[in-house]
Structure formats: structure tokens, C-alpha cells
């Protein structure tokens, strides 16, 4: 932003004096700064409840998120161009991510049962084209699954307000809590993290800060802390 003020202070399209009262604000103390959202895990039997009249294409784009742990858009985006079914696990290199500015690859793990999900899709596409396509709608289809017509569109990846209206639609029919794709992440990091400890939670989340990783699972770190205070008394 101060750059922004300078170059308009330089072409005289602000006055000076509006620069010097942006230097002179101050930075807000930590313990002021508001903290982001935090979201609780979504359990896997409300999941499957919620995926069982959801589109098929649907349902698995959703279990791969939990399955994997990874952002949504980075599920939404996938390709077999950036797959790699050479190796085990199979691994996922999103051509775009959040640290990439900063220099980091990122690098995703594919474990047996979501890779049996992307072999159910993966077989008829293309090297270019998305793997979870808004052109699979029709191609599997359950008899009591839900519908949207809103989603007439020539647009092939799904957005994030395709992801809430169908799952809007699907936890209303199945009378389920509501939550939403981020909490699938969540709930992927914390099943990691219980097995594999904090820093493979970190490394599968993508995250250059393992502090972040902790937040998405405080849960694990609670539990941990339970059983050992009932051990110990």
C-alpha cells in the first residue's frame, strides 16, 4: 500500500501530506489481529451419509479431499498431466498452490483408497483435462441422487459455490450437521497426524510454517494430552 501512496504522491496525483500520515500509522499488536476462522474436522460417517445422494463425481471429488488432506482448488484443478502414477504412493503436483510464490514445491501423497477413487475417473481423460469434471454430472448417476439446474455452464471445474450448493442440497435431504470441503482437509491432516506424527500432517498440508499445522490439528494434540493426564493421574 505505501508503495501504491508513493507512486502517487510521485506522478502528484496525492498530496505529500497523505504519505506522511500512511508512515505514520502504527501496526496492530498480535494479540489484536483477528484470527482466521477455525473449523473442527467433519466425521467420516457424516461424509458418506451426506456423498450417498450427491453425484457421483461429486461424492468422490469430496472423498479425495478427505482422503488426501489436500485444498479443494487443488483437487477441483487435478489433471493426469500432474499425477504420478509411477510411484508409490502416488503423488499430485498442483501447477498452482498457495506457496508457490515463495519458492515451494508442492507435493501431495496418494494413498491406495484414494487412488482406487481416481482410477474411477482418471481412464477416459486426457493428459489436459480435469480429473473431477462438471462434465462427469451425467456420466454416473444414482437413482436418488440431487440435481442442480443452476449448473447449466460451459465452465468444466467446479467452484467453491458449486461445492456449497451441492452440499447444501445434500445435508438438507440427509438431515445431517452442516459443514463444508475445508473441513474434509482438516479431517485428513488430523488422521495423519495421528499416525504419522506432526511433521508428515505438515508436509502433506503444504505448509511452510509447522505452527499452522498445528492449528488445523489442535484436536489430536487434545486427545494426546487427555489420555496422558488419565494415565498419570
Known amino acids: 500500500i505505501k508503495r501504491i501512496f508513493s507512486e502517487a504522491v510521485a506522478r502528484e496525483q496525492l498530496p505529500p501530506e497523505?504519505?506522511?500520515?500512511?508512515?505514520?500509522?502504527?501496526?496492530?499488536?498480535?494479540?489484536?489481529a483477528r484470527d482466521s476462522v477455525e473449523r473442527d474436522p467433519v466425521d467420516a460417517a457424516t461424509v458418506e451419509n451426506?456423498?450417498?445422494v450427491l453425484p457421483p463425481v461429486?461424492?468422490?471429488?469430496?472423498?479425495?479431499?478427505?482422503?488426501?488432506?489436500?485444498?479443494?482448488?487443488?483437487?477441483?484443478?487435478?489433471?493426469?498431466?500432474?499425477?504420478?502414477?509411477t510411484v508409490t504412493p502416488w503423488v499430485l503436483r498442483p501447477k498452482t498452490?498457495?506457496?508457490?510464490?515463495?519458492?515451494?514445491?508442492?507435493?501431495?501423497?496418494?494413498g491406495p483408497q484414494a487412488r482406487v477413487i481416481l482410477n474411477r475417473w482418471l481412464s477416459s481423460k486426457q493428459e489436459d483435462e480435469l480429473v473431477f469434471s462438471r462434465n462427469d454430472l451425467q456420466r454416473a448417476t444414482t437413482s436418488n441422487m440431487i440435481t442442480l439446474r443452476t449448473l447449466k455452464s460451459d465452465r468444466l471445474e467446479f467452484s467453491r459455490d458449486d461445492l456449497k450448493r451441492f452440499l447444501k442440497r445434500a445435508?438438507?435431504?440427509?438431515?445431517?450437521?452442516?459443514?463444508?470441503?475445508?473441513?474434509?482437509?482438516?479431517a485428513g491432516?488430523?488422521?495423519?497426524?495421528?499416525?504419522?506424527?506432526?511433521?508428515?500432517?505438515?508436509?502433506?498440508?503444504?505448509?511452510?510454517?509447522?505452527?499452522?499445522?498445528e492449528r488445523y490439528t489442535r484436536k489430536t494434540l487434545e486427545n494426546a494430552a487427555s489420555e496422558i493426564v488419565e494415565r498419570i493421574g
Request: one cysteine or more; hydrophobic letters at 40%.
Open 171 to 186: 445435508i438438507a435431504k440427509q438431515g445431517v450437521p452442516h459443514w463444508s470441503p475445508y473441513q474434509l482437509r482438516h
Open 18 to 32: 497523505r504519505l506522511v500520515a500512511l508512515n505514520a500509522l502504527k501496526k496492530l499488536p498480535i494479540e489484536n
Open 189 to 213: 491432516l488430523t488422521a495423519i497426524r495421528e499416525v504419522g506424527g506432526r511433521d508428515a500432517a505438515q508436509a502433506q498440508a503444504g505448509h511452510s510454517d509447522g505452527a499452522i499445522t
Open 58 to 85: 461429486v461424492a468422490d471429488l469430496l472423498r479425495f479431499i478427505l482422503l488426501t488432506g489436500c485444498r479443494p482448488s487443488e483437487a477441483t484443478g487435478a489433471t493426469p498431466a500432474v499425477i504420478d502414477t
Open 97 to 110: 498452490h498457495k506457496t508457490k510464490k515463495k519458492g515451494h514445491d508442492r507435493i501431495i501423497q496418494i
Open 50 to 52: 451426506t456423498c450417498a
